[in-house]
């Protein structure tokens, strides 16, 4: 079956903008993952969902990023009013186990 | 905090010759311990995993052994490949999340 899906591929947006990141995980998969990699650098946790649910928020920077995934299969990650400093790529991934998490091909976020 | 060290890049390596990537982690429990690789222009692929003390994990001709005593979870391959240029990222998890290390690139001439 198809992999885990994110678009789009590349967002570049003004600073101050509104942004929305979507993710499709792979069909039956519960849980859910949002990393953000920036250049140069590992991918750094943001949010996981179990289900429906949040189920750890704490990787999210400020109460500018919020997420959602409201009937347990797709997730949208959203950025209000966006700054420079928000440019990355951000990774979903998905998995039936901690131990195997399914990483998508990432969005490529640039704030102007 | 749980976290990962890996050793810094770039790694430059001749065909046919022995690499080693170190990697060593900092975590309050057990955590499970992860390898993956991202090929130039695509995504995170799982090269490897261990979830346990002496553990080995192996694909592709990669291994890495899964070290309580030392925390470590040092990658190797005998003979690499030109095609085995990518960046490789250490990881473990704990909880939920997954910690990951700066990433290290290899690049492998002919």
């Known amino acids: 079956g198809a992999g885990v899906s994110q678009t789009p591929s590349n967002k570049v947006t003004e600073k101050g903008k509104y942004v929305e990141l979507r993710c499709d995980p792979i069909s039956g998969h519960t849980a859910l993952y949002w990393y953000r990699q920036s250049l140069g650098q590992g991918p750094e946790f943001l949010i996981y969902f179990q289900g429906t649910g949040a189920a750890d928020d704490s990787g999210l920077p400020n109460d500018r990023f919020f997420a959602v995934r409201p009937e347990g299969s797709v997730s949208t990650l959203k950025i209000q009013r966006t700054e420079r400093g928000d440019s990355a790529v951000y990774l979903c991934a998905s998995s039936t186990r901690v131990n195997e998490q399914f990483f998508g091909p990432g969005t490529r976020l640039t704030v102007l | 905090g749980d976290s990962v060290t890996q050793m810094e890049g770039p790694v430059t390596l001749s065909e046919e010759a022995f690499l080693t990537i170190n990697c060593t982690y900092t975590?309050?429990?057990?955590?499970?311990l992860f390898w993956y690789v991202q090929y130039p222009g695509e995504g995170l692929q799982l090269l490897l995993k261990?979830?346990?003390?002496?553990d080995k994990g192996s694909n592709k001709g990669f291994e890495a052994t899964y070290r309580k005593e030392t925390t470590s979870f040092h990658l190797e391959k005998g003979s690499v490949q030109v095609s085995d240029s990518a960046v490789y990222f250490c990881a473990l998890t704990l909880n939920n999340d997954m910690r990951f290390g700066a990433g290290t690139r290899l690049t492998v001439k002919p």
């Open positions: 261990a979830t346990k003390a002496d």
């Open positions: 975590a309050t429990g057990y955590p499970s």
